[in-house]
């Protein structure tokens, strides 16, 4: 390549830069803001678990626990496992930017609570499907659970996952599907 060229940038890797470019801030400006904005989604989700974990937590020592079928016991400890697993993967962030403060490693914090956040809202939903297929099955019986799990799964997949997912890969551009593609194919 010539001195002074680039490789071709994508839509959204111009979109990007320009977006970055407009925002005047220095490296570890964007670190400090990628930091901010990651832990407060956190906290978000941590709201979700702390409720659902309660929720979980008093379950088996109401009055009517005795009630519950083999079925119904083992949907609760699974869903009670992976909703501990969500909250552990969503409170890590928190506790390795504690261990790690002023050791210099946010790049390192960013891109793994960026992966912890997605593992634990993907066992957050499966958390969430697993309560309503419960409730639905103690509650109502039959076809219900199936059909309201089904359906929870869809629309927390679709709203959280395929929507962000889609948006993604509309805004990609061609050079960087291509590329990836290739990566994918070897």
Do not use: C
């Amino acid at each position: 390549m010539a001195a002074g060229s680039r490789s071709p940038v994508t839509d959204e890797n111009a979109r990007s830069e320009q977006a970055e470019a407009r925002r005047d801030e220095t490296a570890p400006e964007r670190l400090d803001r990628n930091t901010m904005e990651l832990l407060n989604e956190l906290r978000v989700a941590n709201t979700g678990i702390q409720v659902m974990f309660a929720f979980l937590l008093v379950v088996p020592f109401q009055h009517g626990w005795s009630h519950v079928d083999g079925f119904e016991r083992t949907v609760y400890f699974v869903t009670f496992l992976i909703v501990a697993l969500a909250a552990f993967l969503l409170m890590a962030p928190s506790i390795h930017h504690r261990i790690l403060f002023r050791h210099g490693q946010k790049p390192f914090l960013v891109e793994v609570a960026n992966w912890f956040a997605i593992a634990g809202g993907a066992f957050l939903a499966l958390g969430f499907v697993g309560i309503l297929l419960l409730i639905s099955d103690v509650v109502v019986g039959g076809a219900a659970p199936g059909i309201v799990a089904g359906a929870a799964a869809v629309t927390v997949g679709t709203l959280w996952f395929v929507v962000p997912l889609a948006r993604r890969e509309a805004t990609r551009g061609p050079g960087r599907r291509a590329r990836t593609e290739r990566k994918s194919s070897s």
